[in-house]
T-cell receptor
Framework: DAKTTQPPSMDCAEGRAANLPCNHS???????VYWYRQIHSQGPQYIIH???NNETNEMASLIITEDRKSSTLILPHATLRDTAVYYC??????????????FGTGTRLTVIP | DGGITQSPKYLFRKEGQNVTLSCEQN?????MYWYRQDPGQGLRLIYY???????QKGDIAEGYSVSREKKESFPLTVTSAQKNPTAFYLC????????????FGDGTRLSIL
């Protein structure tokens, strides 16, 4: 799986958009970008994933650059409950043996009142 | 609601004792996984199962055992052979087709008495 680089921490004012960047310059053509978040002492929560097109769901938007070397997770209106560690992961689609999710250190997002 | 249930939330083990962590899912997912998370670190894969009655070792299987007798259940036993069992244990499940994400339970925190 490709290595990802994320800033260790970010702050965001409540009600504003939170833009979390991720670099994955060695991503392969068949690797997807996944985003999870983890609130202290809870299991990781799946947010969104994509291959090359921008994606949006009820939680967030995912913007992937045209060369796929980086992406940005956007939380459109951050709330205090969005305070968590956010992980960007790149991996191939499910296949035998490729089952591990490599969680790096992620970005600790703090939403400020 | 559909989801993954892990129990207990907290578990204490005496030296030389085996303990079993429960994981149940009602998402009708074929694949299930066990991860271990140590403080400030990412997830490490212990075991995974793609289908009933079959499972594979992950990166750190030594000192652990699993069974998959039912599709919805994937219990993990931490044996006395696991010398450093104190950790946060996470169970996940997913479909086995394409790019489907893994969904996680809320974890079991295991400590040694």
């Amino acid at each position: 799986d490709a290595k990802t680089t994320q800033p260790p921490s970010m702050d965001c004012a409540e009600g504003r958009a939170a833009n979390l960047p991720c670099n994955h310059s060695t991503i392969s053509g068949n690797e997807y970008v996944y985003w999870y978040r983890q609130i202290h002492s809870q299991g990781p929560q799946y947010i969104i994933h994509g291959l090359k097109n921008n994606e949006t769901n009820e939680m967030a938007s995912l913007i992937i650059t045209e060369d796929r070397k980086s992406s940005t997770l956007i939380l459109p209106h951050a709330t205090l409950r969005d305070t968590a560690v956010y992980y960007c992961i790149v991996r191939v689609a499910f296949e035998a043996g490729a089952n591990n999710l490599f969680f790096g250190t992620g970005t600790r997002l703090t939403v400020i009142p | 609601d559909g989801g993954i249930t892990q129990s207990p939330k907290y578990l204490f083990r005496k030296e030389g004792q085996n303990v079993t962590l429960s994981c149940e899912q009602n998402l009708n997912h074929d694949a299930m996984y066990w991860y271990r998370q140590d403080p400030g670190q990412g997830l490490r894969l212990i075991y995974y199962s793609q289908i009933v009655n079959d499972f594979q070792k992950g990166d750190i299987a030594e000192g652990y055992s699993v069974s998959r007798e039912k599709k919805e259940s994937f219990p993990l036993t931490v044996t006395s052979a696991q010398k450093n069992p104190t950790a946060f244990y996470l169970c996940a499940s997913s479909r086995t087709a394409g790019n489907q994400p893994q969904h996680f339970g809320d974890g079991t925190r295991l400590s040694i008495l």
